[in-house]
């Protein structure tokens, strides 16, 4: 099934758990309440249920990730965390009802809201930690907070924000009294407690018995560096060209720990290379580590380039800097099976040293149909090649000195941020199709003007749309 409608349909699916809650409620019941009390309740509830099913969108669910893809999972997360920010805020000053006077404070009623002690200063305390997440994750780059800081700092304030949100809605909750509720929540914090249980405690005590031992670090660049790893015992896990790995140095507890593409995998040998940029402190201490030295993993995740060797179409790979990693993969599967079709490469550097010869890392005289064109940024003057940026200029030149029609090929993009963003919106000048196109990427800048950016918002404003129909079609029915 194409990857665009297994989206779809696992969209639908989400949009359907998280309306679940005012569908099953006893609706008799709620009909003695105030409109405006009844749809307040409901958009709190649904933002409950985002919140806990946060934790099952973090990408570290094997499965969502190899058949969803890591791009579609983190952007539904983020969009949906201020979702349940927006609903949280408002939903106080939506009610109509009155508190309880403070003479005589009880659970929530037909004729009385419950908002006293602690169940109040809960709903307050998790609004503003969810705030906090919201801000951390938008302006990590520019406060230079480290990933590690912010990876924990994240998930710490997530527990906090569920935890408190959830002892909120069952002390101050009018609905939640009734029992199917009750079960539906607990359940799906237990759920949500156990998939951290499992990524922070259980999985790391199964790393440790599956422990790697670095064999090779080749310094490939000034800044850029291959980690070779073999595994002490057993074989290799499952593992498809494009995909990633979360590494851990040394040690197999839970942080710091952070995510990186296989680039080369060799079975026979037990083995497995990482091509790695020097960015940190973290990725600087595995430059220096010494041979023998224990690497813990938990691989494999994505869908990149999953489709690239299925498809009779042209292919186009388009790199910057570091982005070369996944595509290495790709490379030595294509070469590995023989693959026939056109493979273009466009590789993007902003130094002409730091530019890496695939052919000394990957023996691609088998790919006849294989070419490469190299872009400089700052260039020297003995360099031959397309100078500038990733742009549509450059990519427009280096595709008809390939003989390429952009809108017959597919193009798979990895890269900074930022280069992704502009390649997109390049493509889209020269009417490419988005289902043609694949990219992978941490990090999102929403405010890009690119065609995945305004789908993928696109997408959002309608499932949020939906829920508020359907929250106010309860509340009126």
Known sequence: MPKTIVRHLAYLFYLGVLILPILVLDHEAALIRPFRDQLSSYIALIALNI????????????????????????????????????????????????NHPNHSPGPATSEYLGMNGAGLIS???????????????????????????????????????????????????????????????????????????????????????????????????????????KKLSGSLPQIQPGQYLWLKYGSSKPYPENPFSIALVN??????????????????????????????????????????????????????????????SVLSKAKEIAFKNKIHFIYGNRLEDQIIDITKLIQLADLKSFTIETIVNEPTAAYTGLCGMIDL???????????????????????????????????EQLAVPLAQIDAEKFQYNLAAHTPRT????????????????????????
């Open 51 to 98: 919140l806990l099913l946060e934790f099952f969108l973090s990408g570290r669910i094997r499965f969502l990730s190899r058949h969803l893809g890591l791009d579609w999972i983190l952007q539904t997360h983020q969009l949906f965390a201020r979702v349940a920010l927006a609903f949280l805020v408002i939903h106080p000053f939506i009610y109509s009802l009155p």
């Open 123 to 229: 709903g307050i305390a998790a609004l503003i930690a969810l705030i906090a997440i919201v801000a951390l994750a938008l302006g990590r780059e520019e406060a230079k907070m480290r990933y590690e800081t912010w990876r924990f700092t994240h998930m710490l304030l997530a527990v906090i924000v569920s935890a408190l949100g959830l002892y909120h809605v069952l002390a101050v909750g009018f609905y939640i009294q009734q029992q199917t509720l009750q079960i539906y929540y607990l359940g799906l914090g237990v759920l949500a407690t156990l998939s951290l249980a499992w990524t922070y405690i259980l999985k790391p005590l199964t790393q440790s018995r599956e422990a790697y031992a670095i064999t090779k670090i080749e310094n490939i660049t000034s800044q850029q560096f291959l980690l070779t790893i």
């Open 267 to 328: 079975h026979e040998q037990k083995e497995m290379s990482l091509l790695i940029k020097v960015v940190g402190d973290f990725t600087a201490q595995l430059q220096q580590a010494r041979i023998g030295e224990r690497i813990y993993i938990d691989a494999a995740y994505g869908d990149f380039a999953q489709q690239a060797l299925n498809s009779e179409k042209p292919i186009v790979m388009i790199a910057g800097g570091i982005g070369l990693a996944p595509f290495l």
């Open 393 to 427: 200029n450059n990519i427009q030149t280096s595709l008809q000195k390939a003989q390429l029609n952009p809108k017959e090929c597919l193009f798979f993009i990895c890269g900074p941020s930022a280069m992704i963003d502009a390649t997109e919106a390049a493509l």
């Open 454 to 477: 305004q789908a993928t918002l696109a997408r959002c404003l309608i499932g949020t749309l939906l829920i508020i129909a359907v929250s106010v079609w309860r509340s009126l029915s």
